[in-house]
Every structure is written in structure tokens, then in C-alpha cells.
Nanobody, 125 residues
Framework: QVQLMESGGGSVQAGGSLRLSCVASGITYTKACMAWFRQFPGKEREGVAAIDSDGSTSYADSVKGRLTTSKDNAENTLYLHMNSLNPEDTATYYC???????????????????WGQGTQVTVSS
């Protein structure tokens, strides 16, 4: 059974930083494509960043240069490093995993089977 558990969310002032973590069980990061999504109230989830089994990454244009993803295969932990946060980044952030996506480094939620429960990030001005 695959389980993903996010942590690291919280409240921060604009310009600040956070690091989100996603620990997995039942899946090996070396064989999966992993991703971060976020969901604004009343909106659909949107892809933020993806990282595949060999460490290649992709990012949404809105976060390039500010948010980066990395993983520690030994610890089966995925990270989202969030810098220069602004109030528009306020959302619930989710990690997701897929063993065999149809496309490389997808940022569409339909491409992912496994999801965490989400962690809230709130950025105040």
C-alpha cells in the first residue's frame, strides 16, 4: 500500500522561505515520478514541480526560480524548497507519485495515482 505524507507547511511572511517534505512508504523514489501540486480555495489543483527517477525536473512557469524540488532516495523523501514566497503562494500543497506516467515529468494531476493528504502554506503580506 502506497502512502505519502507531507509536512513542513505553516505560516510565513512575504519574502520568506519554507521547505516541504514528503515521505513515502510502499513506493521507491528511484522508480517513480514524483510531483508537487497546490490547490487554491475553490480552484483545481495545479502542478508546481515534478522530478523523475533520474532526477530530471520540470516546473510551472509561475514558480520557476523560486521553488525547487529535490529528493533523497535513501530516505525516500521528496522536498519542495520554497523561497521568495508571496501571498499568491498561499495554498494547500500536495505531493503525488506515479510509477509509469504516460508523459515525461507531467504536471497534470490526472497523470498521478498516489497522493498525500496535503499541507497548508499561508503567506502573509
Amino acid at each position: 500500500q502506497v502512502q505519502l505524507m507531507e509536512s513542513g507547511g505553516g505560516s510565513v511572511q512575504a519574502g520568506g522561505s519554507l521547505r516541504l517534505s514528503c515521505v513515502a512508504s510502499g513506493i521507491t523514489y528511484t522508480k517513480a515520478c514524483m510531483a508537487w501540486f497546490r490547490q487554491f480555495p475553490g480552484k483545481e489543483r495545479e502542478g508546481v514541480a515534478a522530478i523523475d527517477s533520474d532526477g530530471s525536473t520540470s516546473y510551472a512557469d509561475s514558480v520557476k526560480g523560486r521553488l525547487t524540488t529535490s529528493k533523497d532516495n535513501a530516505e525516500n523523501t521528496l522536498y519542495l524548497h520554497m523561497n521568495s514566497l508571496n501571498p499568491e503562494d498561499t495554498a494547500t500543497y500536495y505531493c503525488a507519485a506515479e510509477l509509469d506516467p504516460w508523459v515525461a515529468l507531467p504536471l497534470e494531476d490526472k497523470e498521478y495515482t498516489y497522493w498525500g493528504q496535503g499541507t497548508q502554506v499561508t503567506v502573509s503580506s
